[in-house]
């Protein structure tokens, strides 16, 4: 009734008023006469006129521009994620993009595409949106750089950080001597032009040598620590550098620079002596409120706007304010990571790669038309690599690492990434570059970021030690060893309870492991300490209240189903044990594309569907992730699907196939020895009651542990009698048989560990 009264009444409302404005509009249209319309006339049809319409909105500078984001971000993000998947950062596949989209290639086959796409008359709109995503990036990375650990290592990192600045930029200029005559500018000074191409030279990559790092899981080391603090010195040493660099280039000699130089200091000395304070003020207050007021925000953004337009005037680039905003933030980690979180997803996936598009379409690889160009770009690259390369290695082993961490010091600072492309479109819009120069910097950039990892590993390679790894293999082979993988505290806490329940009686020749991955993008490395505490809390108060000993390994990863499976497959366990949703980070397509979590396309999975290798699990409520992870994995699996677990002392194990019960068993008695479980194998089909070696073998399991183990021949399980139980054991087979009868089981059973079988 009541429906049916609101019905009426919207009715009435919109029919009613609908009437009234007609009404209005006849009225309305009586007090035209007298006046002098222009009514358009045209001998286009409708449809025609319709048709011009849309033509002219869909070169709207608007729409163009809403055109070239959407277009720029997709496939900045489906580069991105092909390199993640060949081990590569994102940020080269971001680059490659950009140069693809470019004159390069697109440009080049695909001219009136990319005439329509990015019209020279739309460049100016595209250049303005990238500097604000630039200038955001270089908000962010001032933040990353954590001050304490440049006062605290900074004696130990001087040496090999201002080693690999001046002599690569030294090499640089030596470099400029030579091609000066051929590839500058008419118009620049040798002194701006050498200047520039020493700074090229000398520049890291702080973001992404810092993101390779914490991929890599050396974060925590020796060689991590001196490895970010040289970075960190590096990233603010050749910032100002370019300060300098560009105040000269401006003011045309180094005399009338001196003005900008001095204008420049006076800023800093503000911005430490004044700005730091009072924003340290404000964090002091607010660090324990709950969240922040927007115009506490406001200051906070009101100051990096501030700080980017007075070095703007100055004369010193937007983007050393933004810089220098970003390092004087309060120290608080929860402030940092608060304004990086509002930052960083705008910043990066949205503004970011206009930039390299951007960028890209400066590129033109085409005008290295000839073996004699690219002989300089190979020169220009073979100068970048001996100056960073070899001149942080040496430093490093000067200092006394040994030659392992000396050479992966020098592979990682020769990481250049974003960071090179910044300083290389300042140059060029200051005209110190030529177009020629400039393509053959940026393939040098791409090229060194891209050799970081191959170098690493080689590095790794070449260093290792066979009997090291002989003798890890001889102590761990009579070891039961347990990795589990989790991704909230809580999943984790109940993972180590089955762990526990398997091996609790043999601790001291078991072992277990738990691992928490992170997306690289959600982490920094200045909070990475504070982040793995919270995330390991749980599982280690567990742990103490066990009495046992865990190993935790905390890691970041851009594709954390693959990391998982590769630590399981490389560090030779026994048996891995993920949570259900474990790889809720990423999974398809789209969502990789796009940075979401929506699983539409997973590629991975399409591919398994053609080929015929993914049918077992096609029923069950496993995520892509999951599913990738019981495909790839060498060792058995076990999915928990927690549902609050507190204690495991009765168990119930549904059979359904005789090849159930032959890997299931082994975990039964594990279960039975180590925590007194009581075991409830249910027979559901009456096969294991049919066979007579099986049911022999249950027999003497029942004999060995009296009152422990029920063979049970009901084919109707209560409800009453799940609630009693505290785990599900099953098989993959066993799970998608109830899932595809839509078992009435489903709705009442307890945490479940679903086991996969052993692959070998």
């Known amino acids: ?28 249209v009586k007090l035209e006469t007298g006046r002098n319309l222009k009514i358009p006339t045209s001998d286009k ?17 608007l729409a163009l521009l809403l055109a070239q984001i959407v277009t720029i971000i997709f496939v900045a993000r489906i580069f991105g994620w092909i390199c993640i998947k060949i081990k590569q950062p994102a940020v080269i596949g971001e680059m490659i993009a950009g140069i693809v989209m470019g004159p390069s290639l ?19 709109n595209l250049q303005f949106l990238s500097q604000i995503g630039l200038i955001l990036f270089m908000y962010i990375v001032g933040m990353e750089i954590d001050m304490k650990i440049l006062r605290n290592k900074a004696h130990d990192a001087v040496v090999i950080s201002h080693a690999s600045i001046i002599i690569p930029f030294v090499l640089g200029m030596g470099l400029a001597y030579f091609i000066y005559d051929e590839f500058a500018p008419a118009d620049v000074q040798f002194t701006s032009f050498g200047l520039f191409a020493g700074i090229a030279m000398s520049i890291t990559a702080f973001p992404v040598l810092a993101r390779i790092v914490q991929e890599r899981g050396i974060h925590k080391t020796k060689l991590g620590t001196i490895v970010i603090t040289c970075a960190a010195a590096d990233d603010i040493t050749a910032w100002c550098i370019l300060a300098v660099v560009i105040a000269i280039v401006k003011a045309g000699s180094f005399g009338s620079a001196l003005y900008t130089v001095v204008l420049a200091l006076g800023y800093v000395f503000l911005m430490i002596k004044v700005v730091r304070p009072f924003l340290k ?53 929860r402030f940092r990571n608060l304004f990086i979180e509002k930052v960083e997803d705008v910043a990066l996936v949205l503004l970011l790669p206009l930039f390299f598009v951007f960028t890209g379409l400066r590129t033109q690889i085409g005008l290295l038309n000839e073996p004699y160009l690219w002989k ?37 600072m020769n990481t250049r990434g974003l960071t090179e492309l910044v300083a290389l479109n300042i140059g060029y819009d200051l005209g110190v570059l030529s177009p020629e120069l400039f393509s053959m910097f940026v393939i040098m950039a791409l090229a060194t970021t891209f050799m970081t990892g191959p170098t690493l590993d080689l590095i790794n390679w070449l260093f290792r030690s066979s009997k090291q790894e002989t003798e890890e293999d001889i102590a761990l082979k009579n070891k039961y060893r347990i990795l589990l993988s989790f991704d909230r505290p809580e999943s984790g806490r109940a993972l180590f309870k089955v762990a526990d329940g398997l091996t609790n009686k043999r601790s001291e020749s078991s072992e277990i492991t738990a691992m928490h991955f992170l997306p690289t993008e959600e982490l920094h490395h200045y909070n990475t300490d504070v982040y793995e505490n919270e995330k390991f809390k749980d599982i280690v108060e567990e742990s103490v209240a066990l009495n046992r000993n865990i190993t935790t390994m905390f890691k970041a990863s851009s594709d954390i189903d693959n990391e998982i499976v590769n630590v399981a497959n490389k560090s030779k366990h026994d048996l891995l044990l993920v949570g259900i949703g474990q790889s809720i980070y990423q999974g398809s397509l789209l969502g990789r594309v796009l940075g979401f979590t929506t699983r539409i396309i997973n590629p991975e999975k399409i591919l398994n569907t053609v080929t015929g290798k993914e049918n077992i699990l096609e029923s069950a409520p496993f995520d892509d992730g999951t ?56 027979d559901v089909e009456g096969k294991i009651m049919a066979d007579l070696d099986t049911k022999e073998k249950i027999r003497l399991m029942e004999q060995a542990a009296p009152n422990k183990l029920t063979l049970r021949k009901e084919q109707s399980i209560e409800k009453d009698f799940l609630e009693q139980q505290d785990l599900m054991l099953i098989s993959i087979d066993g799970w998608k048989h109830l899932v595809e009868n839509k078992s009435p089981w489903l709705a009442n059973i307890p945490s479940t560990l679903i086991l996969s079988e052993d692959k070998k």
Not at 378 to 389: D, H, S, T, Y
Request: glycine residues 8%; without cysteine.
């Open 45 to 61: 049809s409708q449809w025609s006129e319709f048709l011009d319409s849309l033509i002219k909105n869909l070169h709207h500078p």
């Open 627 to 682: 599913r990738q992870i019981i495909a790839k994995s060498h060792i058995p699996v076990g999915v928990l699907i927690d549902k609050d677990l507190a204690d495991i002392n009765t168990i119930f194990i549904p059979l359904f196939s005789l090849k159930d019960w032959n890997f299931i068993q082994n975990y039964v008695q594990k279960f039975i020895q180590n925590i007194n479980a009581r075991i409830e194998i249910l």
């Open 106 to 124: 697109i440009g080049m086959y695909l001219p009136e595409f990319s005439t329509a796409l990015f019209p020279a008359e739309s460049l100016g």
């Open 281 to 333: 003020r404000i964090g002091d207050l607010y660090a324990t409120s709950e969240k922040l007021s927007k115009p506490i925000v406001a200051i906070f953004f009101l100051t990096l706007v501030v700080s980017s337009y007075l070095t703007e005037v100055i004369g010193i680039h937007a983007l050393f304010g933004a810089f220098i905003a970003g390092a004087i933030m309060p120290e608080n980690i």
């Open 376 to 412: 300089i770009a190979g020169l220009i690259f073979a100068v970048a690599v001996i100056g960073k390369f070899v001149s942080s290695a040496l430093a490093a082993r000067f200092v006394g690492q040994n030659w392992k961490d000396s050479l992966s010091i020098g592979a990682l």
């Open 1 to 28: 009734m009541k429906n049916l009264r609101n019905s009426i009444f919207y009715i009435g409302v919109i029919g009613g008023f609908s009437v009234l404005m007609y009404w209005i509009i006849l009225l309305g």
